[in-house]
T-cell receptor, first 115, second 111 residues
């Protein structure tokens, strides 16, 4: 049969604009969340993380927002640049309190920056 | 910057052959993970080690896949015999207290 791949959500933004990538997580007990960026031919690269006792964390040009009420995570990228074009994954850790550090990954969002 | 190193970066071989993929985790990290990434399934966890002991390999086909950590500086993932459906990119990640750092993967093609 026809090989159908994952249909990744795609976000196209103009260079210089802000980007917002969203992620819904499933387990209300998750207490640690990470955003990764994956460029073509490379492994996922850590961008920013946040623990469940926080609702916002800022890095260089990136901000992660956590809304535990609706189990929603977002990544905001300020002044998006062509080098930001990649697939972005959110990941949640469901059991760090018990010493399990397995991550559950979302399906990913493809960000395309228009020069 | 410390990095997870994976070898080989690319491997093409015929079905039925044994394939061994290697990973050097970041020094000091006590967890090691093997993932497989395909267009169909995305990123799947195959196996997970902590302090070199296997904790979870439920995502791995046991009849043909095996994962080991002979020492703290080396993790291996073997497929024997390989099949075309094993074609994918295989990632190793190492971590400490939850944050995982990934290598750049082994792109495996089984003909």
């Amino acid at each position: 049969g026809e090989n159908v791949g994952l249909h990744l959500p795609t976000l196209s933004v103009q260079e210089g604009d802000n980007s917002i990538i969203n992620c819904a997580y499933s387990n209300s007990a998750s207490d640690y969340f990470i955003w990764y960026k994956q460029e073509s031919g490379k492994g996922p690269q850590f961008i920013i993380d946040i623990r469940s006792n926080m609702d916002k964390r800022q890095g260089q040009r990136v901000t992660v927002l956590l809304n535990k009420t609706v189990k929603h995570l977002s990544l905001q990228i300020a002044a998006t640049q062509p080098g930001d074009s990649a697939v972005y994954f959110c990941a949640e850790n469901r059991d760090s309190g018990a010493g399990s550090y397995q991550l559950t990954f979302g399906k990913g969002t493809k960000l395309s920056v228009i020069p | 910057d410390a990095r997870v190193t994976q070898t080989p970066r690319h491997k093409v071989t015929e079905m039925g052959q044994e394939v061994t993929m290697r990973c050097q985790p970041i020094l000091g990290h006590n967890t090691v993970f093997w993932y497989r990434q395909t267009m169909m399934q995305g990123l799947e966890l195959l196996a997970y080690f902590r302090n070199r002991a296997p904790l979870d390999d439920s995502g791995m086909p046991k009849d043909r896949f095996s994962a080991e950590m002979p020492d703290a500086t080396l993790a291996t993932l073997k497929i024997q015999p390989s099949e075309p459906r094993d074609s994918a990119v295989y990632f190793c990640a190492s971590g400490l207290r939850g944050l995982q750092h990934f290598g750049d993967g082994t792109r495996l093609s089984i003909l």
